[in-house]
């Protein structure tokens, strides 16, 4: 059963504009963790952002932020002023018990000049 | 900030030769993962390891898989008769305890991308 879904396979945007890149999960497990990873062309997974299940609040971490929508189990990822370094695949990821993570198949993320 | 280290980089090898992939986890980590991304597709779960033993594997881990802690440093994935269809990034990742925690503490390494001809 799909646990990640990211139904943007690819967005543009334009430079020094924001960007949300969706992610949707599906659990009933009241403990899970989300996650951001960027994956640039050289391919290595570089974390972005975490969010727990009982966090209160919406994780930020310098222009990224995920708006958590615990309800409509949602973890969208938003960029804000885009750089052109920003171009990479995004991946969403969950883990239940921090053993193993379901990923989404990503988004391609392209910034324009 | 420590890293988790993957060797090589990039190997190509011959359908049917057993290959080892190589990870140096961060050094006080106790849990140990190999993921695979085809290319183009999502990444995937392959096997956690713990304590000298695989904790964990999914389907796709069959028989000609195995992982092995050879010292007190290094993960390896080997796989016994590469198929074409193994060709993918193999990445391995270390994570300090299983349980979950703000961000940090679970670190992938920057993978191994396996070509099979």
């Known amino acids: 059963a799909q646990k990640i879904t990211q139904t943007q396979p690819g967005m543009f945007v334009q430079e020094k504009e924001a960007v949300t890149l969706d992610c949707t999960y599906d659990?009933?497990?009241?403990?899970?963790?989300l996650f951001w990873y960027k994956q640039p062309s050289s391919g290595e997974m570089i974390f972005l952002i975490y969010?727990?299940?009982?966090?209160?609040q919406n994780a930020t971490e310098g222009r990224y932020s995920l708006n958590f929508q615990k309800a409509r189990k949602s973890a969208n990822l938003v960029i804000s002023a885009s750089q052109l370094g920003d171009s990479a695949m995004y991946f969403c990821?969950?883990?239940?018990?921090?053993?193993?993570?379901?990923f989404g198949s990503g988004t391609k993320l392209n910034v324009k000049p | 900030e420590p890293e988790v280290t993957q060797t090589p980089s990039h190997q190509v090898t011959q359908m049917g030769q057993e290959v080892i992939l190589r990870c140096v986890p961060i050094?006080?980590?106790?849990?140990f993962y190999w993921y695979r991304q085809i290319l183009g597709q999502k990444v995937e779960f392959l096997v956690s390891?713990?304590?000298?033993?695989?904790?964990?594997k999914s389907e796709i881990f069959d028989d000609q898989f195995s992982v092995e802690r050879p010292d007190g440093s290094n993960f390896t994935l080997k796989i016994r008769s590469t198929k074409l269809e193994d060709s993918a990034m193999y990445f391995c990742a270390s994570s300090e305890a299983r349980r979950i925690r703000r961000g940090g503490g679970y670190t992938f390494g920057s993978g191994t991308r396996l070509t099979v001809v």
């Open positions: 050094s006080n980590h106790l849990y």
């Open positions: 659990t009933s497990d009241p403990s899970y963790g």
């Open positions: 390891f713990y304590n000298n033993e695989i904790s964990e």
């Open positions: 990821a969950m883990t239940l018990d921090f053993n193993k993570f379901y």
């Open positions: 969010q727990g299940s009982y966090d209160q």
